[in-house]
């Protein structure tokens, strides 16, 4: 079955730019009906949706977080990436990357995780 | 931004316990209602889609309703492993927007 692995720094400087890469395993990153996430969880908190890439290259991004928020994706390496530019503080969180599965008009929904990865921002 | 309020926060319950969760979205999203479950340092797992729809593998106690801005869940015999946070989310919107989680205690 389709696993998601996180990797990257677990600690970024502010004022900096955070950077993951998610790896998919078991599947194809290529499929038509997916799109791949990238979703965050300060601690102890709720979770907050940082943006979309479809295989296509065709991305969506929080508005809260457009500016910072670059997503892009390897196909050749079953591979997609987050940026987040100029982070502070307010950005330590637990960053999950997650496949959507889309079928139009019927549902629309995170099917499949990562495990999570921790990144603190730091002063 | 659509927002997904849900109640309680938290609920202190015991196993054999029916339990419903309540989401209230502060628009229509028809029936675009996706609930999750997250245990302690794990990833949130995919419960019910589309209101009342259950992922593959999820036990059959679990189920899920409403449409419009009005949405449940219930389980209706907890078990020991249903301890957890749970979280609704909606899809009507590409800006994707969860609830702020419940979290179910042992009483």
């Not at chain 1, 929080?62 to 910072?68: F, I, Q, T, Y």
């Not at chain 1, 987040?84 to 307010?90: E, G, H, R």
């Not at chain 2, 309540?22 to 990833?43: D, E, F, H, M, V």
């Not at chain 2, 106690?61 to 020991?80: M, N, Y």
Request: hydrophobic share 30%; charged share 15%.
């Amino acid at each position: 079955q389709v696993q998601l692995q996180e990797s990257g720094p677990g600690l970024v400087k502010s004022s900096q730019t955070l950077s993951l890469t998610c790896t998919v395993s078991g599947g194809s990153i290529s499929s038509g009906t997916h799109y791949w996430s990238w979703i965050r969880q300060p601690a102890g908190k709720g979770l907050e949706w940082v943006g979309r890439i479809y295989s296509t290259g065709s991305t969506n991004q929080n508005p809260s977080l457009k500016s910072r928020v670059t997503i892009s994706v390897d196909t050749s390496k079953n591979q997609f990436s987050l940026k987040l530019s100029s982070v502070t503080a307010a950005d330590t969180a637990v960053y999950y990357c997650a496949r959507g599965v889309v079928v139009p008009g019927a549902h629309d929904a995170f099917d499949v995780w990562g495990q999570g990865t921790m990144v603190t921002v730091s002063s | 931004d659509i927002q997904m309020t849900q109640s309680p926060s938290s609920l202190s319950t015991s196993v054999g316990d029916r339990v419903t969760i309540t989401c209230r979205a502060s628009q229509s999203i028809i029936t675009y209602l996706n609930w999750y479950q997250q245990k302690p340092g794990k990833a949130p797992k995919l419960l019910i889609f589309t209101t009342s729809n259950l992922q593959s593998g999820v036990p059959s106690r679990f189920s899920g309703s409403g449409s419009g801005t009005d949405f449940t869940l219930t389980i209706s015999s907890l078990q020991p492993e249903d301890f957890a946070t749970y979280y609704c989310q909606q899809s009507y919107s590409t800006l994707y927007t969860f609830g702020q989680g419940t979290k179910l205690e042992i009483k």
